[in-house]
Antibody, heavy 120, light 112 residues
């Protein structure tokens, strides 16, 4: 069974940094892509970043240059290093992937989400 | 960026009645590989999104056959044949045709 467990959220001051983690079970991060999608309070879904099995990455313009997605194959985990955080980064962050090959390049597996609050 | 215009933003439906949600994209979602990368999700309160449909019209495993979806190019529709109380939530369409991946604003479905 494919499962994603996201963690690492918390309260951080504007300008600060935070590292989110997505622990993957059921597939190797070398063999699949993992994305981050966020949802501001009461708002819709916004794609943030993705890392592919090749190691290539992509970012939304709103986070490019401030966030870095990476993976640790030894821990089978994907991380999102967030820097220069702003109030509009406040959101629940979900990691997501495709557990079934037929849904690619969509997402059919999601973590439960981790809340990031940026406030002084 | 591909902008997805989702309508209506909210829907109140009597149980047993049908419902329909539209998504229109600013560019074709048909890829050069001949696949169209349009997905439908529902997000229930306090939960992550759940996949309903992939590639325009393919119901995901375990999704009720009360849900159907269709469309092509830039116009897509999700239909619920007979709404049930468990269908309450916010419905989103998403495109992965090109980066950035984008979502519709969501349609909130509640029960009358």
């Amino acid at each position: 069974e494919v499962r994603l467990m996201d963690s690492g959220g918390g309260l951080v001051q504007p300008g600060g940094s935070l590292r989110l983690s997505c622990a993957v079970s059921g597939f190797n991060v070398n063999d699949n892509y993992v994305a981050w999608v966020r949802q501001a309070p009461g708002k819709g879904l916004e794609w943030v970043s993705i890392i592919y099995n090749s190691g290539s990455t992509n970012y939304a313009d709103s986070v490019s240059g401030r966030f870095t997605i990476s993976r640790d194959t030894s821990k089978n985990m994907v991380s999102l290093q967030m820097g220069s955080l702003r109030g509009d980064d406040t959101a629940i962050y979900f990691c997501a992937s495709a557990g079934s090959t037929e849904v690619r390049p969509g997402f059919d597996v999601w973590g439960q989400g981790t809340l990031v609050s940026v406030s002084s | 960026d591909i902008v997805i215009t989702q309508t209506p933003l909210s829907l109140s439906v009597t149980p047993g009645q049908p419902a329909s949600i539209s998504c229109k994209s600013s560019q074709t979602l048909l890829h050069t590989d001949r696949k169209t990368y349009l997905y439908w999700y529902v997000q229930k309160p306090g939960q992550p999104p759940q996949l309903l449909v992939y590639e325009v019209s393919n119901r995901f495993s375990g999704v009720s056959n009360r849900f159907s979806a269709s469309g092509s190019g830039t116009d897509f529709t999700l239909k619920i044949s007979r709404v049930e109380a468990e269908d309450v939530g916010v419905y989103y369409c998403m495109q992965t045709r090109q980066f950035p991946i984008t979502f519709g604003r969501g349609t909130r479905l509640d029960i009358k």
